[in-house]
């Protein structure tokens, strides 16, 4: 594996840096102050839209889209760049990572050219109404239901988890349309517009104190049916391709989080019962610990960069470094904060401290979002070790005889 730019690749990198640091001038050091949710929502569009205006923006997406037409290698090379700034991107990751994908592969052309490159401008911010109350693990056993009518479809039911719901224009939802089919079978997908009459996002308050999902209720929402994604039924086989990347978007350590030098800084100023805590043995280990995983994670990554360069998809054996990722990332601040005694609970600006506790409150999340430990630990378990499969004994009943509506 050569973890060296190519000569063209660093030409690229270069171009990247430079309009980088001539343009997210003010985003080179973190905030001074947390951002509000609407400061948040207004940088981040004026970001992606500089971005676009620039080229930068979908660099692997066609041109007669909005997009750039490059590799996936000159997108990873932006997005290094692109990290070592606290420029706001989130708001974009699931509509631009995965839901706006899933429009480009089953949308009609009509369709993509509608939405793609409005998504890709950053105008129009996407959200994925997937899980709901009875089903986040389980799909295929969601209850929101589509009833076709005339031209349109009527959508009722309740979503839950829905990343930014409140601040978006439009989601792609999964419905069931048939209630006696078995359960991967009578799903059909959507675009929903999130301001359409009877749709209601309320936000949930997080232990962070922000809100950044919501339950979403669809009461008698009307859809036309060329807003379905896919034929009437396939719903499940367009929901895969959105958990395939899915699987790509959230798999890496996230932007800025701590890792085994925040612990080693935080211990080398502080003492534990007396002594310096960087001199405890516990300490040590859990430092190496800590480096030991990270560097792990760092080097799957790597593989997974090194397919990509090769024109190949990273496959399910990208799961294991979310699994570590969030593991490692709650296990070690939950460490630090313990370590930092009464310190710990205090939250003081700036401080060493303050990054770990948020990685401790981001970290629980971490461990559910985009698959929990569990369900990627079976997918390792079944699709890159070929263990036996997991007990799936409500795979082919009719879902309406599954347990009762
Ligand atoms: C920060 C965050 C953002 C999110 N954003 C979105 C979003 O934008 N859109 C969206 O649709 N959803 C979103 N979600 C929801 C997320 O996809 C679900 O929470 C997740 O799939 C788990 O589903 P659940 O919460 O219903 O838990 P459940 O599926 O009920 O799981 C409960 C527990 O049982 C375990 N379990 C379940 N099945 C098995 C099994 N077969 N074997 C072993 N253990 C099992 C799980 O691992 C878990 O520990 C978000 C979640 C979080 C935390």
């Keep these: 594996m050569d973890f060296n730019d190519t000569p063209a690749e660093a030409e690229f990198r270069a171009k990247v840096r430079a309009w980088i640091e001539a343009n997210a001038q003010e985003y080179l050091e973190p905030p001074a102050e947390p951002w509000g949710l609407d400061e948040f929502v207004a940088r981040s569009k004026a ?8 080229g930068y923006a979908g660099l692997t997406w066609p041109k007669d ?17 692109e990290s070592r700034t606290y420029v706001p991107t989130g708001l974009y990751a699931i509509g631009l990572g995965m839901c706006i994908p899933t429009v480009f592969t089953h949308g009609t052309p009509e369709i993509i050219r ?9 105008v129009e911010v996407w959200c994925q109404l997937f899980s709901e109350p009875v089903a986040g693990s389980d799909l295929a056993s969601i209850r929101t239901r589509a009833v076709r009518d005339g031209d349109d479809w009527v959508i009722t039911g309740q979503k839950v988890w829905t990343s930014f719901a409140h601040r978006s224009d439009f989601g792609i939802i999964i419905t069931r349309t048939d209630f006696d089919a078995p359960k991967h079978k009578g799903l059909t997908m959507f675009i929903v517009d999130m301001k359409a009459p009877g749709v209601e996002a309320r936000p949930i308050r997080q232990m962070s104190g922000s809100s950044d999902f919501n339950e979403v209720f669809f009461t008698d929402v009307r859809v036309p049916d ?22 790509l978007a959230v798999g890496g350590k996230p932007r800025h989080a701590p890792g085994w030098r925040a612990l080693m800084e935080l211990a080398r100023g502080i003492e534990a019962d007396g002594t310096p ?14 480096y030991i995983a990270d560097e792990g994670i760092k080097l799957t990554q790597m593989r997974a960069l090194s397919a990509l360069s090769k024109g190949a998809i ?12 969030a593991r490692t990332m709650q296990e ?3 460490f630090a904060l313990e370590l930092a005694e009464a310190g710990g609970l205090v939250v003081e600006k700036g401080s060493p401290i303050e990054r770990l506790q948020q990685a401790y409150m981001g970290a629980a999340g971490l461990r559910i979002a985009g698959g929990t430990d569990e369900i990627l630990r079976n997918i390792i378990a079944e699709r890159v070790l070929g263990l036996p499969g997991d007990l799936r004994p409500d795979k082919d009943i009719p879902f309406s005889q599954i347990r009762p509506l």
């Excluded at 839209?49 to 620039?54: F, M, N, P, T």
């Excluded at 889209?65 to 760049?81: A, D, K, R, T, Y």
């Excluded at 805590?277 to 800590?290: F, K, M, N, Q, S």
């Design 277 to 290: 805590a960087l001199e405890r043995a516990d300490v040590r280990l859990r430092i190496a610990d800590t």
């Design 226 to 247: 060329s807003h379905r994604l896919g034929a009437v039924g396939d719903g499940w086989k367009v929901a895969l391709t959105t958990l395939m990347h899915e699987r």
């Design 314 to 325: 990273p496959g399910p054996e990208q799961s294991i470094s979310k699994v570590v990722v």
């Design 332 to 334: 070690m601040s939950a």
């Design 65 to 81: 889209v909005g997009g750039q037409g490059l590799s996936p290698m000159h997108q990873i090379i932006f997005n290094q760049e």
């Design 47 to 54: 970001w992606q839209k500089k971005k676009y205006d620039a």
């Design 114 to 122: 509608r939405y793609v490159p409005k998504a890709l401008e950053g």
